[in-house]
């Protein structure tokens, strides 16, 4: 299979596939699609970035029947983070379809999810504790359930949640398909295929390996922007980089149409590429390419396919492609030949695990560098405006000029004549440059952002919670760790000591975060059982018992 179009999925599928700019399907996709579409169960394993969430988000929109009350497709993943960029994913590519996609997940209001599977979900995409809470609340119905996915499978007994997997696995109708994808497959899992899957399909996808073009002459840097900003944060990098050709990559069409305008309003001669325009019209962007009276291309996958512009010298990646090969397959296009070239890539902060997944596939450094200041944006122009004066200078042309010298010159000092002029000229070439304040995100920052597990350099104020469950109930402490971590905003790394007794636990906490946590765990389920949970105090700062004789 070498392209979607041999798949025969849906036309609204393929309209999505082709807006999205999804050209070629990617390893993964290639083996496992056609097998969850004939209704088999699966097991796969394949890296995160490897387009996995389409391998399994396709299939299950393909089988769509209309008019469902209940779920048809529940996909469980180990954190909130995952959870709504499956179900945005998802929701795009069903979009054509009016495909109705609930991500389910700790830290959102539970009766705005209750109000959402009582009007009617096709597909639910959940962690594993907040499915089982609306399963035992009887709000999720997994009575027609047609397809189990489990994604990042391994992460997610990591985390603890292997006895809710398993319940969950338990409540699901006999005969349903189940597909899971994981990056390892370590025994436990293999113990969950053996109890739980029919006859699975073994699919192992290997590490893509970076392309040989490319290679050491590209310079690879990113920039860590929040979505709001990536257009002027585009336009202030592009300033700075004075690109002689740039292809600007990005998912959709109407996005390709935007920025394109975008960046013809602050100047640049932009010109917009995608699978929307007939024939002619890309062989007039081509030429202007070509010839150099265009000096950016804007474009989406599908539409800069066989793409090859001899004086290229920057790709971008306004959108962080999803698969590693897509990226290495953009970065490629410049750097040819042995020719210098540079890559950059607007990273969303939650992006930015991705991205560092993406690093590691390619064996490449992508530096993540400080978005340009406003002050590195003016320095550079008064650079780009000196460098032409100078070529100018050498051109001896302008001699015609010297009557409006000579006529200031009566009045003016020469050197604030030339000053003038250089402000004229200057200000002249400023094509209303939108130098808004960008808010600046550390690497620091987007990490904390996605939880990424790293031990805390100072954890800041602390107080300690305590947990009305402990061995008796078989706490164990990733139970508790992934109990927060999918049910508040803080993080597995920001948790502390843990201690776990008989009949309670205590748990080190963030200060600031206390009323959060303690709220989110009263209200949710620790594997399977409610919790007493309140600020833990120690028995010296206890009430003495009314019981003679025992402390509380």
Do not use: W
Request: neutral net charge; proline residues 6%.
């Amino acid at each position: 299979m070498t392209s979607f179009v041999e798949l025969k999925l849906r036309p609204e599928l393929q309209q999505a596939l082709d807006e999205l700019g999804y050209e070629e399907p990617t390893p993964i996709q290639r083996e496992a699609i056609p097998v969850v579409l004939s209704g088999r169960d699966a097991v796969a394993q394949a890296a995160t970035g490897t387009g996995k969430t389409a391998a399994f988000a396709l299939p299950l929109l393909q089988g769509l029947e209309p008019g469902s009350r209940t779920p048809q497709a529940l996909v469980l993943a180990p954190t909130r983070e995952l959870a709504v960029q499956v179900a945005e994913a998802t929701q795009r590519y069903g979009r054509q379809l009016g495909a109705r996609v609930l991500a389910v997940y700790g830290g959102q209001p539970i009766p705005h999810q209750m109000r959402a599977l009582s009007a009617g979900v096709d597909v639910v995409v959940a962690t594993p504790g907040r499915a089982i809470d609306h399963l035992t609340r009887g709000t999720l119905d997994l009575s027609d359930l047609r397809t189990l996915v489990l994604d990042e499978a391994d992460e997610m007994l990591d985390m603890g949640f292997a006895e809710d997997i398993e319940a969950i696995m338990a409540a699901v109708p006999d005969g349903r398909q189940t597909v899971l994808f994981s990056a390892t497959l370590p025994a436990r899992i293999n113990g969950l295929v053996k109890r739980y899957l029919t006859d699975p399909v073994k699919i192992k996808i290997e590490r893509p390996k970076p392309s040989a073009e490319g290679g050491a002459s590209v310079r690879q840097v990113a920039y860590l922007v929040p979505r709001q900003h990536k257009a002027n944060a585009l336009g202030r990098v592009l300033d700075i980089e004075a690109p002689t050709a740039a292809v600007v990559f990005c998912r959709t069409r109407d996005e390709v149409d935007s920025l394109g305008g975008t960046l013809a309003a602050r100047g640049y001669r932009a010109e917009a590429l995608h699978g929307g325009m007939t024939q002619d019209q890309r062989d007039r962007v081509m030429a202007k390419i070509r010839n150099r009276t265009a000096e950016i291309l804007v474009a989406t996958d599908v539409a800069a396919r066989g793409l090859d512009i001899d004086h290229l010298t920057h790709v971008v990646n306004f959108d962080l492609p999803s698969a590693a090969d897509t990226y290495v397959h953009r970065i490629g296009r410049v750097g040819r030949a042995g020719r210098e070239g540079t890559a950059i890539t607007l990273v969303e902060p939650r992006q930015h695990r991705l991205l560092k997944t993406i690093e590691k596939v390619t064996k490449s450094r992508i530096a993540v560098e400080t978005l340009p200041t406003v002050a590195d944006l003016r320095a550079r122009r008064l650079e780009l405006t000196r460098g032409a004066i100078a070529e100018l200078l050498r051109e001896d042309d302008y001699e015609q000029y010297r009557v409006v010298v000579d006529a200031l010159s009566d009045e003016h000092d020469i050197v604030q004549i030339a000053l003038a002029a250089v402000k004229l000229a200057h200000e002249s070439g400023i094509a209303g440059p939108d130098e808004d304040d960008i808010p600046e995100v550390t690497v620091a920052a987007a990490t904390a952002a996605q939880g990424t597990k790293r031990p805390p350099k100072n954890l800041g104020d602390t107080v300690t919670i305590f947990v009305g469950l402990g061995h008796a109930a078989k706490i164990r402490p990733q139970d508790l760790v992934g109990a927060i971590a999918n049910e508040t905003s803080v993080a597995g790394r920001q948790i502390g000591a843990i201690e776990i007794t008989h009949k309670f636990s205590t748990v080190e906490i963030p200060a600031a975060a206390e009323a959060e946590v303690v709220a989110a765990l009263q209200a949710t389920l620790i594997k399977g059982r409610k919790a007493r949970v309140e600020r833990f105090k120690p028995p010296s700062q206890r009430p003495p018992s009314k019981k003679k004789g025992k402390q509380p």
